[in-house]
């Protein structure tokens, strides 16, 4: 279990069950390269027990330690993806919404860029 308990009760039960499967995930990608826990620990600079936590999916786990075992696992390449602007339809929609409508010009008028 992690140190911050509150925040752990106040994860929404979608998320929960993500880092559920993502544990798993590395569970099985672990098992088909033939690595320990143990192993994959040091690979890792990490603990077994930490290991362990990822595995069950703890959401404890920081983000360095779940990056690190990605790459020692060569999976390290969707990461990216996770949180990318291009992707993010919703915030692109907002972000549309909040665009003027038209532009004015400014009140120094064509004067300002005299020099």
Same mark, same amino acid.
């Given at each position: 279990? *992690?140190?911050?308990?509150? $925040? =752990? +009760? ?6 929960? *069950? /993500?880092?559920?499967?993502? #544990?798993?995930?590395?569970? /099985?990608?672990?098992?088909? %390269?033939? !690595? ?7 690979? $890792?600079? @990490?603990? +077994? $027990? @930490?290991?362990? %936590? ?7 786990? #920081?983000?360095? /330690?779940?990056?690190?075992? !990605? ?12 949180? =990318?602007?291009? %992707?993010?339809? !919703? ?6 919404? %909040?665009?003027?409508?038209? /532009? +004015?010009?400014?009140?120094?008028? =064509? ?5």
């Amino acid at each position: 279990m *992690s140190k911050n308990k509150k $925040a =752990d +009760r106040a994860l929404p039960l979608p998320v929960e *069950s /993500i880092l559920k499967d993502l #544990g798993r995930s590395v569970q /099985i990608a672990r098992k088909r %390269r033939r !690595l320990s826990e143990s192993k994959l620990a040091a690979l $890792a600079y @990490t603990s +077994r $027990a @930490t290991i362990q %936590r990822l595995e069950a999916g703890e959401p404890g786990v #920081g983000m360095g /330690i779940l990056a690190s075992v !990605l790459w020692v696992l060569q999976l390290h390449q969707d990461l990216a993806r996770v949180a =990318d602007p291009g %992707r993010d339809q !919703l915030g692109t929609l907002l972000e549309r919404g %909040r665009e003027p409508k038209r /532009i +004015r010009e400014g009140v120094t008028g =064509d004067d300002a860029y005299d020099f």
